[in-house]
């Protein structure tokens, strides 16, 4: 499903934030938004899964205004997986993962066959069926976050947006979480705090500095090391990855 982004702007107390942001992701696409600390990432995420109303402009999903959807049709078109979530550890993983069929259900509908099989089918996508009945308290960082992706897939929707998901998690899990984002075959628009994380997973980055686009378009014509430099205030080397041979972007302190 396209993602289209026109215009957008965003003020907060008067304060602009993201300003006549045009940004597109084709179906199937994974784009990356990355950028400077407070250039407005997270904010623009916002307005795509509907928490933070657009000041101006226009979010269109499949060529529907986003914000004109009532909120279970739009959680139908698109799941979120955000920065900070805090989930009870009292709850199981299949409760947690199952609180991602609400909107395809009545507010007094009860859980059926169907459901339970999207539940299933969510943890063993993201490897981790076994742990079901587990409590979440009991699961490690990289694995908590594997469930709470689980829950954005059961609900079956065409876009997933991700906010820097790989907060907080150890390198190993970092790249295993986004090696299986990649995999899914959806739209996918995150925020990723990593350039070269950014450069070997994404399809495009878009670059936001103060709020609007600075550059955009695929990861080596973009992330170059004079761009970084001017964007980020770092030296930068670009170049195929010495193992994967991906885009690889290692970055040093400024002379």
């Given at each position: 499903?396209?993602l289209?982004?026109?215009?957008?702007s965003?003020r907060?107390?008067?304060?602009?934030?993201v300003?006549?942001?045009d940004?597109?992701?084709e179906?199937?696409?994974f784009?990356?938004?990355?950028?400077?600390?407070?250039?407005?990432?997270?904010?623009?995420?916002?307005?795509?899964?509907?928490?933070?109303?657009?000041?101006?402009?226009?979010v269109?999903?499949?060529?529907e205004?986003l914000?004109?959807?009532?909120?279970?049709?739009?959680?139908?078109h698109?799941?979120?997986?955000?920065q900070?979530?805090q989930?009870?550890?009292?709850?199981?993983v299949?409760?947690?993962?199952?609180v991602?069929?609400?909107?395809?259900k009545?507010a007094l509908?009860?859980?059926?066959?169907?459901d339970?099989a999207?539940v299933?089918?969510?943890?063993?996508?993201?490897?981790?069926?076994?742990?079901?009945?587990?409590l979440m308290?009991?699961?490690?960082?990289?694995?908590?976050q594997?469930?709470?992706l689980?829950?954005a897939?059961?609900q079956?929707?065409?876009?997933?947006?991700?906010?820097?998901?790989?907060?907080h998690?150890?390198?190993?899990?970092?790249?295993?979480?986004?090696?299986?984002?990649?995999?899914?075959g959806?739209?996918?628009l995150?925020?990723?705090?990593d350039?070269?994380q950014?450069?070997a997973?994404?399809?495009r980055?878009?670059?936001?500095?103060?709020g609007?686009?600075?550059?955009?378009?695929?990861p080596?014509?973009?992330?170059?090391?004079?761009?970084?430099?001017?964007?980020?205030?770092?030296?930068?080397?670009?170049?195929p990855?010495?193992?994967?041979?991906?885009?690889?972007i290692?970055?040093?302190a400024?002379?």
């Open positions: 499903m396209r289209d982004l026109a215009g957008v965003v907060i107390d008067a304060r602009p934030i300003a006549d942001v940004l597109t992701v179906p199937g696409e784009a990356a938004l990355v950028g400077p600390n407070g250039s407005g990432k997270s904010t623009l995420l916002r307005t795509v899964y509907r928490t933070l109303r657009p000041s101006g402009g226009v269109h999903l499949g060529g205004d914000w004109r959807m009532r909120p279970r049709t739009a959680a139908r698109r799941a979120v997986l955000p900070h979530n989930v009870g550890g009292e709850f199981s299949a409760e947690v993962v199952a991602g069929r609400t909107g395809r009545g509908d009860r859980e059926t066959r169907a339970r999207a299933d089918a969510a943890l063993d996508r993201v490897g981790m069926l076994w742990a079901a009945g587990r308290s009991t699961l490690s960082g990289g694995e908590r594997r469930v709470l689980a829950r897939l059961a079956e929707a065409p876009l997933l947006v991700l906010d820097e998901p790989t907060n998690l150890d390198i190993g899990s970092q790249l295993h979480l986004l090696d299986l984002v990649r995999s899914l959806l739209t996918l995150a925020a990723l705090h350039l070269d950014a450069a997973h994404a399809d980055v878009v670059v936001l500095r103060d609007r686009v600075a550059g955009h378009g695929p080596l014509d973009v992330l170059t090391p004079s761009f970084i430099e001017e964007v980020f205030g770092v030296r930068a080397h670009v170049g990855h010495p193992i994967t041979g991906r885009p690889h290692a970055v040093a400024p002379a």
